[in-house]
């Protein structure tokens, strides 16, 4: 993600910016980078899997100030990682770093890792909010370059991709977007432009720097036969000038290259620096990356301002169904299901846990095999010749799934398996659910399909689908809030299927927390509840609760899928992390749920304690003897 090094460079050249105070114009965020980095700037837990009521607290005031200020935000967020599989190892090697930081703040050092629902929080604060947003298909970064340009506005992101792009408004790193000191309308900032860069090199020509970002080493290089070039050009006043040799490298190929005023004369003596045999080779190479810092002509407007479709891809329009893509657009269905339509890859997000257990997300496998299978269902099918002339034949669709095992990065295949009654049943059918009632639509639309039969299928099919792939009953939650429906399966869910089995102190904790969270006055006294990170993290706890999380994500996502059978709830509303985990403790020390809660939080905790309850065996919470990787031991039960 950026350019390797550039911002601790840039970050020391005051002349590469302009002082502004940001005030009635529009802004293009780049949303994936800015909840990752927004999360961590606002110093919130990560240990204890995420603090989300605290994160929307900050957001909310994020997004009050540009109110505030008559700043407009548009956000854009990316969608698969690459569809042509160029960036397939960075994936890679991300997702090791990922695991690590997991891994070390489950042993009680120092790491960052974004909590596991975070993008989830993200977008229904954007919806609730009115923050008109998109997902693209694929990476937004020249999408984001291309409506800023249109707009002639600055672009908020951490990614210095944008120290590269020609950005008419500039672009506003998020460190030096001081909302928090916002005076008079205006918000004080430094905006970084290409022509002062440009003008600290001699006038050097802006079209080099696409050069100098893909010789530098971006997201897709593998730059190995460069270093011959890099000892040509390095200079060693230069790496006395700056503190780190990355810098220095920078400065000094930035300097090198400032002489050219022709990209092609440019390219050819870099070439000449390198052996004949590899040559032709490079320059594919240079010429293919520099089209990453192309900006398109077509650009976003059209969305925001239509609905228009994001993409002109034809490949990629050939393998998203119409009305996915539409969902897609609109963050109203995962990421994931481009990864999955596309490339049949899926990579599942680290959580701090117990990394000497299975891997948490495997609590809900069950889940994410239908899902994938619901997905995948129409190529599960194959016309065939055979005797009598035409056949259907099922085939298994097989998606790769990266994961950890321990704290390594593996990769295995998981069948993509759609339930019994989604038997030929497609996408497409499910399509017209959606184009007839739109995505909010609830129970009572089930109620009402399930009165007559149509060429349409019911949406109360979509609940059956649903109850049948979590293996819950609709009987089981007559008393329980609509908006609650759906954290009581995926509560129910998870007793059955986490390994090792959850306490009844573990479902305690994670009721009183959605009870908590859904009060209309919840009372304070549990707020100084929340645990502090200096004490030691209980690392079962933490993997149990991480399956819960797991089970709830994929849940929502199947959810979508099905256009929403079931209200959807509140992400930040029923898990933070420091306060289940501090409840968790005094539960364990005897104290009953009913000391931490009071008035209509109790009453809540009560009806939802019964509904799960009700679905599980009496001796369920009996004393066992655990197993320690498998969970196979209470499947049955």
């Not at 607290?57 to 969608?79: H, M, W």
């Not at 239908?370 to 065939?384: D, K, P, Q």
């Not at 339930?419 to 497609?426: D, E, N, Q, R, T």
């Not at 905790?605 to 009996?622: C, D, G, K, M, T």
């Amino acid at each position: 993600m950026g350019v390797q090094g550039l911002w601790g460079y840039a970050d020391q050249r005051p002349e590469f910016f302009r002082d502004v105070k940001l005030t009635n114009t529009k802004i293009i965020i780049d949303g994936n980078n800015f909840y990752f980095q927004f999360y961590h700037n606002s110093s919130l837990d990560e240990r204890h899997g995420g603090d989300y009521d605290l994160y929307v607290e900050a957001l909310k005031r994020f997004f009050q100030t540009l109110s505030d200020c008559n700043i407009q935000p548009y956000v854009v967020l990316d969608g698969c990682c690459n569809h042509t599989d160029q960036k397939l190892e960075t994936t890679k090697l991300r997702a090791k770093g990922h695991i690590k930081s997991a891994h070390d703040l489950s042993m009680g050092r120092e790491g960052r890792l974004l909590p596991l629902l975070t993008r989830n929080v993200f977008i229904q604060v954007l919806s609730k909010l009115g923050v008109p947003l998109v997902q693209c298909l694929l990476e937004a970064d020249k999408e984001i370059a291309a409506l800023a340009n249109q707009w002639s506005c600055p672009v908020l992101s951490t990614d210095t991709d944008f120290c590269i792009f020609d950005l008419k408004g500039g672009f506003c790193p998020l460190t030096q977007f001081k909302w928090e000191n916002a005076s008079q309308g205006r918000i004080p900032a430094r905006c970084y432009f290409i022509e002062n860069v440009c003008a600290n090199f001699n006038g050097m020509n802006k079209d080099l720097l696409p050069l100098f970002a893909v010789i530098n080493s971006n997201d897709y290089s593998d730059m190995k036969v460069m270093y011959r070039f890099y000892r040509h050009v390095a200079s060693s006043s230069h790496m006395s000038a700056y503190r780190g040799k990355k810098q220095a490298i920078i400065h000094s190929l930035l300097t090198w290259l400032s002489p050219f005023q022709d990209l092609k004369v440019a390219i050819e003596n870099v070439l000449n620096v390198l052996p004949v045999s590899d040559r032709e080779e490079v320059r594919e190479y240079l010429s293919s990356q520099m089209q990453v810092y192309k900006i398109p002509e077509r650009n976003l407007s059209g969305f925001f301002i239509s609905g228009s479709s994001t993409t002109d891809d034809i490949q990629l329009r050939s393998l998203v169904p119409r009305w996915t893509l539409a969902a897609l657009e609109k963050a109203q269905l995962p990421k994931t299901v481009v990864d999955l339509l596309v490339l049949q890859r899926v990579f599942l997000i680290p959580q701090v846990e117990n990394s000497m257990r299975l891997n948490a997300h495997t609590c809900a496998l069950p889940i994410r095999r239908a899902f994938y299978g619901m997905i995948l269902n129409r190529r599960r099918h194959s016309s065939v010749s055979g005797p009598s002339g035409d056949g259907v034949e099922a085939v298994t669709c097989v998606v790769e799934e990266y994961g950890r095992e321990n704290a390594n990065l593996t990769m295995s295949h998981v069948e993509a398996a759609p339930p019994h009654s989604a038997k030929g049943i497609s996408l497409e059918e499910i399509e017209k659910v959606r184009t007839l009632f739109g995505i909010s639509s609830g129970f009572i639309w089930c109620f009402l399909w399930s009165c007559f039969h149509a060429l349409w299928l019911p949406l109360a099919r979509c609940l059956q689908m649903f109850l049948e792939i979590l293996g819950v009953s609709s009987s089981t939650v007559e008393e329980v809030p609509r908006h609650l429906v759906l954290p009581v399966y995926v509560t129910h869910f998870w007793l059955i299927h986490s390994d090792p089995r959850p306490s009844l102190q573990h479902l305690q904790a994670i009721l009183v927390g959605i009870a908590h969270g859904s009060a209309a006055s919840p009372g304070l006294a549990l707020q100084e509840l929340r645990t502090s990170r200096q004490q030691p993290l209980d690392r079962d706890a933490a993997h149990i609760f991480s399956q819960w999380q797991a089970t709830l994500q994929i849940s929502l996502h199947l959810n979508q899928l099905l256009c929403r059978p079931l209200e959807e709830p509140e992400v930040s509303r029923l898990y933070s992390g420091s306060l289940v985990h501090a409840v968790f403790r005094r539960l364990n020390l005897s104290t009953p749920p009913k000391v931490l809660l009071s008035g209509s939080a109790f009453e809540i905790f009560e009806v939802l304690l019964r509904a799960v309850q009700a679905a599980i065996p009496n001796i369920f919470f009996s004393p066992l003897v655990h197993s320690y990787p498998c969970n196979s031991h209470f499947i049955n039960k």
